[in-house]
C-alpha cells in the first residue's frame, strides 16, 4: 500500500492561503478521483477541492470548521 499526501492545491489568483471549511469525506473512506473530499475558503471565495487519488483516506491533516 503507498500513501499519497494532497496539499493545497493552487487555488488561483497569487492567494496562498485557505481554511478548511468542511470535510465531504472521513477516515476509512473510499474515494475515486475527482470527487470531492473537502471545501475551502479563501479570501476570494468558496471552493470544493477534488482528489487528485483513487483509494483509502487514512488521515484527515486539518481540522474542518470557521475558527476565528
Known amino acids: 500500500m503507498s ?3 494532497f496539499p493545497l492545491p493552487d487555488v ?3 492567494l496562498t ?3 478548511i471549511v ?3 469525506v472521513k477516515v ?3 474515494v475515486s478521483v ?3 473530499i473537502c471545501e475551502i ?3 476570494k471565495s468558496l471552493v470544493e477541492l ?3 487519488f483513487e483509494g483509502e483516506v487514512t488521515e484527515l491533516l486539518g481540522p474542518g470548521g470557521r475558527h476565528r
Open 3 to 5: 500513501i499519497s499526501r
Open 12 to 14: 488561483g489568483e497569487g
Open 17 to 19: 492561503e485557505a481554511e
Open 22 to 24: 468542511t470535510w465531504k
Open 28 to 30: 476509512g473512506d473510499q
Open 34 to 36: 475527482n470527487q470531492t
Open 41 to 43: 475558503e479563501t479570501a
Open 50 to 52: 477534488p482528489c487528485p
